[in-house]
């Protein structure tokens, strides 16, 4: 009689093996939209489908009718919101796993485990009621804690406070994820997530190695660059006009995937391709083998804001005033929640050592007032009086009359 099958942590959260294998395709195949609409900006792009998609989870596990549908379609999410929240809390565990152990790093004085950090935050207006039924909610899927801040009489030490969370958790990297104006009086919650990851490769580039080469762009410029070489064992494809190479990190289950077109023309097509099938024409074909491998030296950054992209993909309702967040808090007369802003930032740097990276997403959710009734109108065509004032205290500070607009 066969062993009963241990229970694994997914299993305890309420999400099988089965659920978190189908999680992880659905979290790569929203990865791979999105990078499908940032592939159409030129230059280096670099994007964190798994920080846009924890952020913006965290915003659909409030999320109702219209709104949390077009959520799930497009995040790739269970329609489950209890589901979704085990898987969230299933993949947070997963990372930590891939870190490895100390005992599993490489067998030498320089090994260590890759450094990782996935972090969540929710920021909410200390005035604003969100409901603790969603905060515990929240903490319990992502690990996100709730942070009070004043966004009505503090807007920019608010500001200041997320970015510096942000630029903590990434080591800097990240440094000003909210840039001026995207929160400001009408901001109600932020929900923040950063990642960082640094690790050393398995076997590195050996420094003097490195040589000044050219380098072909996509617009067909040669450029001189470093390029690193190295001859190792590591598991490489040839299929469908492209090299996949992986190359390890040490200490842990993390690696690098390298796709290189046969054509030096060809990396729309490759784009098209992962577009359309994944990555598992490459992966299911690779195998150990000695690579000469040569690869550029590194480091960009990249991002800015995901509205259009988000709202190209299905994601409508939740930018609208329209939206349906009731399950984050209840409308206070007109005004209800909705997504204003989603931006989302990445920094990486290839070397011979090894990699590091970070991203960082912040999704800002203000409120508006639905229009209700009949327009009143205000035509100030005669003369008025006006009043600057303290509406905290109800003190004024200036009282003026305008007699004629024109007069100096």
């Known amino acids: 009689m066969p062993a009963p099958k241990a229970e694994t942590n997914a299993d305890k959260l309420g999400a099988s093996d089965a659920d978190v294998a189908s999680d992880v395709r659905a979290g790569n195949a929203f990865a791979l939209k999105v990078y499908g609409r940032a592939r159409k900006t030129p230059g280096n792009v670099m994007l964190s489908g798994t920080s846009l998609r924890r952020a913006l989870s965290a915003a659909y596990l409030g999320a109702a009718g219209e709104t949390a549908s077009e959520m799930a379609r497009t995040l790739e999410l269970s329609t489950d919101v209890q589901k979704a929240s085990a898987l969230a809390r299933a993949e947070s565990d997963a990372w930590q796993s891939a870190r490895g152990t100390k005992e599993g790093a490489k067998d030498n004085k320089d090994a260590a485990r890759p450094e990782l ?35 009505v009489h503090g807007t920019e030490e608010a500001r200041t406070t997320i970015n510096g969370w942000v630029a903590q958790k990434t080591a800097d990297k990240i440094k000003d994820l909210l840039p001026k104006g995207s929160v400001d009086a009408r901001t109600r919650v932020v929900i923040t997530n950063a990642i960082y990851f640094k690790a050393k490769w398995s076997l590195p580039f050996q420094k003097t190695a490195t040589k000044d080469e050219a380098f072909t762009t996509a617009a067909g410029k040669k450029v001189t660059t470093a390029l690193m070489h190295e001859t190792e064992t590591h598991r490489i494809a040839d299929a469908a006009g492209a090299k996949a190479l992986e190359m390890h990190y040490d200490g842990g289950d993390l690696s690098m995937l390298v796709l290189l077109p046969n054509d030096a023309k060809g990396l729309d097509k490759l784009e098209d391709a992962v577009a359309k099938g994944g990555l598992d024409t490459w992966t299911k074909a690779l195998a150990s083998s000695r690579v000469a491998v040569t690869l550029p030296k590194f480091t960009f950054q990249w991002g800015g ?23 984050i808090a209840d409308p206070q007369g007109t005004e209800r929640l909705f997504i204003s802003d989603v931006v989302h930032k990445t920094w990486v740097a290839v070397d011979e050592s090894g990699t590091e990276a970070a991203a960082a997403t912040g999704v800002v959710m203000r409120t ?41």
């Open 305 to 327: 804001a995901m509205n259009a992209a988000l709202q190209d993909l299905g994601m409508k309702a939740a930018f609208t005033p329209k939206a349906d967040f009731a399950g």
């Open 117 to 151: 950090v996935v972090a969540d935050r929710l920021w909410a207006d200390k005035a604003f009621a969100i409901k603790p039924d969603y905060t515990k909610l929240v903490e319990t899927a992502l690990g996100a804690s709730t942070a009070p801040v004043d966004f």
């Open 368 to 408: 508006t007032s639905m229009p209700v009734g009949p327009v009143v109108e205000f035509k100030a065509d005669h003369p008025f009086l006006f009043f600057i004032r303290d509406t905290k205290s109800e003190r004024i500070l200036f009282v003026g009359r305008v007699s004629d607009p024109k007069a100096s």
